[in-house]
Nanobody, 122 residues
Framework: QVQLVESGGGLVQAGDSLRLSCAVS????????MGWFRQAPGKEREFVGT????????YYAISAKGRFTISRDNAKDTVYLQMNSLKPEDTAVYYC???????????????WGRGTQVTVSS
């Protein structure tokens, strides 16, 4: 049973930074591409970015590129999402996911965390 647990969300002001973590257990973490997605109220879940396994090549949505950075620590079975210059429109529940390929389609990921709330005030 592969489990993913996000942490690090919270309430911040516009322009602030936040780092989310996703700890993975029950599987071979280094073999998984890891994706980050988010879902705001009333909106569809959208792709944020992804990182390949195990070398760490990254791919970001246009909305995240230049502000967000994904990294992974295979020794800790953890993937991170560093978010800088946060905007109110970044407010959402953020989810991490594990899958075979570092791609942007949510349907290609096999395992999902329960999410962590990020709220950005103006």
């Amino acid at each position: 049973q592969v489990q993913l647990v996000e942490s690090g969300g919270g309430l911040v002001q516009a322009g602030d930074s936040l780092r989310l973590s996703c700890a993975v257990s029950g599987g071979t973490f280094s073999s998984y591409a890891m994706g980050w997605f988010r879902q705001a109220p009333g909106k569809e879940r959208e792709f944020v970015g992804t990182i390949s396994a195990p070398g760490g090549s990254t791919y970001y949505a246009i909305s995240a590129k230049g502000r967000f950075t994904i990294s992974r620590d295979n020794a800790k079975d953890t993937v991170y999402l560093q978010m800088n210059s946060l905007k109110p429109e970044d407010t959402a529940v953020y989810y991490c996911a594990a899958g075979p390929f570092a791609i942007g389609s949510a349907r290609q990921y096999n395992y999902w965390g329960r999410g962590t709330q990020v709220t950005v005030s103006s």
